[in-house]
């Protein structure tokens, strides 16, 4: 790890990087019940084999670390490492299925220890399980559920105060943060958010700030009336707002069909693509990047842009993976500098960056230290926020 000077310590980065935090490295019953005694991702990530000659899997945590969420001194060991490397805050995914909540505990470890000084903010990742990983899409573990009613959306509500009251949660004039993964999907979303606009503002706070993971295609803009904002989620949103970079002719057709499609016809493509196509997609990680840096934006809305590390998904999808390369820590270091140089155009309201991701390593897509790299990604971090080489 390297050493910066005490000057460099004190120097403010030149925006605040909001990395996801992904929560599925601790074992619960449910998916006890599902994939087997002890299951954690780490169980996914074990077994990635490489799928071509130098093909990078397994991806394999530095010193053997296969940490357990369930520990408080895990949370307590990423928080410290996010914050000497210049990471602003982190986005913790957050299931929640009408009432019963998944994978919960590093979130509520962080809610028990206000001593844990990191801003942080949750993404509703409002979808339904299935067994997709091995080509069981409609095999469905858990169905997301989304009742228009004041007593199921105050249940929720009643669980989200606590992040939402919290001191660190990260804020927009004031007014914390709540990312929704999928908006379209919820029925009578308008009414949602303003009951959950009147409740906070009963209980002191100046109001919320909704934003949407935007990736593939907009929701219909009927969906997006409440939102405050919208943040790209990438490499998704990069990767299908242009046919770029290697991929085998039958996926760029499938990739361009898709692209004109409603959401929900392109769930439906993409699920039938990962069963019943049997080879690599690949997509071309620079020219990805060069298509974050240009994406058009519509000027009547607030886009917060997004930025990834990786992205690999092959200890999950096997031969049916989806892949970016070639990547380097610096090839990502280059790319995510010329992102923070952007920054001061975008007239934002905060200069937030959302990175995919701090550790989804099944998808290969984080910034803990691994054996091949070390903590190389996260000296890119640092050299890009802090404007050095």
Same mark, same amino acid.
């Given at each position: 790890m390297k050493i910066e000077s005490d000057s460099m310590s004190r120097a403010q980065p030149r925006a605040k990087l909001i990395a996801i935090y992904f929560p599925q490295f601790h074992a619960i019953a449910e998916n006890d019940a599902w994939w087997g005694q002890g299951f954690t991702?780490?169980?996914?990530?074990?077994?990635?084999?490489? #799928?071509?000659?130098?093909?990078? #899997?397994?991806?394999?945590?530095?010193?053997?670390?296969?940490?357990?969420?369930s $520990?408080?001194?895990t949370l307590r060991w990423q928080v410290d490492l996010a914050q000497k490397y210049g990471v602003y805050g982190f986005c913790h995914y957050h299931y929640w299925f009408d009432g019963k909540q998944l994978l919960e505990t590093?979130?509520?470890l962080m809610l028990e220890n206000p001593?844990?000084?990191f801003p942080f903010c949750l993404s509703w990742a409002n979808e339904t399980w299935s067994k997709r990983w091995d080509g069981h899409d409609h095999h469905v573990l858990i169905q997301q559920k989304h009742p228009p009613?004041?007593?199921?959306? $105050?249940?929720h509500y009643d669980?989200?105060?606590k992040a939402w009251r919290d001191p660190r949660a990260i804020k927009v004039d004031g007014k914390p943060v709540f990312v929704i993964?999928?908006?379209?999907?919820?029925e009578k979303i308008d009414e949602m958010l303003a009951f959950w606009h009147q409740l906070a503002h009963q209980d002191g706070l100046p109001g919320l700030y909704f934003v949407f993971q935007k990736q593939y295609e907009l929701p219909q803009a009927s969906c997006l009336k409440s939102f405050d904002a919208e943040f790209q989620f990438q490499p998704f949103e990069a990767a299908y707002a242009g046919i770029n970079g290697k991929k085998s002719l039958r996926s760029s057709r499938l990739f361009g069909l898709m692209r004109g499609l409603p959401e929900r016809y392109q769930d439906l493509l993409r699920g039938l693509k990962a069963k019943f196509v049997k080879e690599l997609t690949f997509h071309d990680y620079e020219s990805t990047w060069c298509q974050v840096?240009?994406?058009q934006v519509d000027s009547h809305r607030t886009t917060y842009p997004g930025a990834f590390v990786d992205w690999d998904n092959a200890s999950r999808y096997k031969s049916r993976a989806t892949i970016f390369h070639p990547v380097t820590p610096v090839i990502f270091q280059k790319y995510l500098t010329d992102l923070v140089d952007s920054m001061p155009k975008r007239n934002l309201p905060e200069n937030f960056i959302f990175l995919n991701a701090w550790n989804e390593w099944a998808e290969g897509a984080y910034l803990e230290p691994d054996e091949r790299f070390g903590y190389q990604y996260l000296d890119a971090v640092k050299a890009a926020l802090f404007n050095h080489g």
């Open positions: 991702d780490w169980n996914n990530v074990r077994t990635g084999t490489p #799928q071509f000659e130098g093909h990078y #899997q397994p991806r394999v945590p530095l010193n053997q670390n296969y940490y357990d969420q $520990k408080l001194e590093p979130t509520n001593d844990i000084d009613t004041h007593t199921s959306w $105050k249940r669980y989200l105060i993964y999928r908006p379209q999907f919820i840096l240009n994406i």
